[in-house]
């Protein structure tokens, strides 16, 4: 019986994983930016196929996303006037990780907002 309702589902194309995951990919990356590693993870949680979410997410925005999951809370950081780099780095980087950004990507990232919100700082604090 269940069967037969899935398949019928399928056949109406009211069930969709291919649509279900772009879709869901798209809504993250407006709203809730997050790494393709958390999003395959999500959709994987939500019973989408482990080939469909290989095939339908790449990792080819992760730079881009991240920088701008990470600026919002970048700004919130720089307003504290003893924020040092290795503290930043340390909080910016654990955020963007938990996000699903992979190590290296976090670290470009947390480097290249460093430098756009306290250029007067310069590489000399980056420990």
Do not use: C
């Not at 879709?23 to 993870?41: D, L, T, V, Y």
């Not at 925005?61 to 809370?73: F, I, Q, S, V």
């Not at 006037?81 to 910016?92: I, Q, S």
């Not at 992979?102 to 420990?127: C, F, H, M, N, S």
Request: charged letters at 35%.
């Amino acid at each position: 019986m269940i069967d037969a309702v899935l398949e019928r589902l399928g056949r109406l194309e009211l069930i969709d994983d291919h649509a279900f995951a772009s879709f869901w990919a798209e809504n993250r990356e407006q709203f809730s930016p997050r790494g393709a590693r958390a999003i395959k993870n999500e959709l994987r949680m939500k019973g989408v196929e482990r080939e469909v979410v290989d095939e339908m997410i790449s990792d080819e925005k992760d730079e881009e996303l991240a920088l701008r999951a990470g600026r919002k809370k970048a700004l919130s950081l720089v307003h504290n006037p003893t924020m040092d780099f290795v503290t930043f780095r340390a909080r910016l980087g654990s955020f963007l990780q938990r996000r699903g950004f992979g190590y290296e990507i976090a670290t470009r990232t947390v480097k290249a907002l460093w430098k756009e919100l306290k250029p007067e700082d310069g590489e000399e604090d980056q420990g």
